[in-house]
């Protein structure tokens, strides 16, 4: 694909006006949705291939998280296209204030290899409510998936619309060396400070979707079995391979021995004893994060359960104790079946542990206890996350999804997707009464001023 000219034509194609009614967005989302029942068949087939993805978990994290965003955009895209009233002040009688919202024009999006459909399409679609163009930049290493993505893009979309492109990091260069006006970056922190860098040029905005070392804190006062079973749900989506995947354990030292039991019992009862040969348990992207998830097994000094391996970049789950906060797996995200378990004294131990990081996107506290809920919600700055679940808040089309310092910036998901995709523009409406206290002369108008504001 020529980028150049593709992004050229967009631009002509958003400047046409043709974007903009409501009518054309409704179309092309039932287009999109359409799209994607046609090639829901190929997609799983793709991801098995990538990631070894089952066809329940493709379906459950990619191919039914996209349609309920569809579902969410044409339920409430009307309302959320309406300019939005604001009161005024009485120094501005009469007077009405107008919230409109506009499309920014042609937005990149840039998406990863670990939910290469999900995280390419749920902006899509935000960027089609808002009235956008968009040209979207897929994975390299999920080649399977990404070159479904394209087929099923180029069959429902002209390409001055919406157009995919894959390849890589020359094909990054590549594109951000084009002026967008909004660019949507999913993906890993140092990527992300490289992407920003680019959007600087050209002063364009940027929502950076990253990641980071997301607690989970058990206190002992939640149920440990099921506490256990959504920290290994969570942890084993995409074998570990998830932004919000919870990374270590942070967990009051007379509840450790209790909780890695039921770890285990959660472990055996998902994927059996042998996990490596069960068909439904996912691998690694690439060799080379095959190996470097691998040494952090290696270099751990000692570990609890799990952690064999095999020649399809499976990797069992892991299971580590006796972990220092310096050490190597406790240095960067996992983004692997690695689950590091912390022994802490208490709730304000753990809080000032993760406060001493930089801030997560995702943190998951089990607890019953309404104080120590109050308190980290209060004291510790995060992403989003769950109390007594983990990873499930991404399917709140309600809750805005992003993250916070290091872990991103700019949120979407339902309505929040098409408030960041769109530039609020605010208006204000004024009637033909002039108050005359705002005009020269000014002599001995201090006081009425005063009162009027």
Known sequence: MKIKETVTAQRAFFESGGTLDYA?????LLRLDGGIDKYAGELIGALKADLGKSDFESYMCEIGVVKAEIKCA????????????VRTPFHQFPSGGRIYYEPFGVVLIMSPWNYPFQLTVNPLVAAIAAGNCAFIKLSRYSQATSGVIVKMLGEIFPPEYVAAATGGREANAEVLEERFDYIFFTGSTAVGKAVMAAAAKNLTPVSLELGGKSPCIVDGTFPMRTAARRIIWGKLINSGQTCVAPDYVLVKREYADALKKELVRAVEAFYGKDVLHNADYPKMISERHYSRVKALIEGAETYYYGGSLDEERKIA?????????DDPVM???????????????????????VRSRPKPLALYLFSHD?????????????GGGCINDTVAHLAVDGLPFGGVGDSGMGRYHGREGF????????????????????????????GMLKKFL
């Open 370 to 382: 309404k104080k120590a809920q109050k308190k980290f919600m209060r004291t510790v700055s995060f």
């Open 419 to 446: 408030r960041t995709l769109s530039h609020q523009k605010s208006v204000l409406h004024k009637g033909d009464f002039d108050m005359p206290v705002r005009y020269f002369p000014k002599k001995n108008k201090i």
């Open 24 to 28: 054309f967005r409704r179309e092309m």
């Open 74 to 85: 044409l339920k409430g895209l009307k309302r959320w296209m309406r300019p939005k009233r």
């Open 317 to 325: 789950p892991a299971i580590l104790t006796g972990v220092k906060l």
């Open 331 to 353: 240095a960067e995200e996992i983004f692997g079946p690695v689950l590091p378990i912390i022994e802490v004294d208490d709730a304000e131990d753990a809080a000032r542990i």
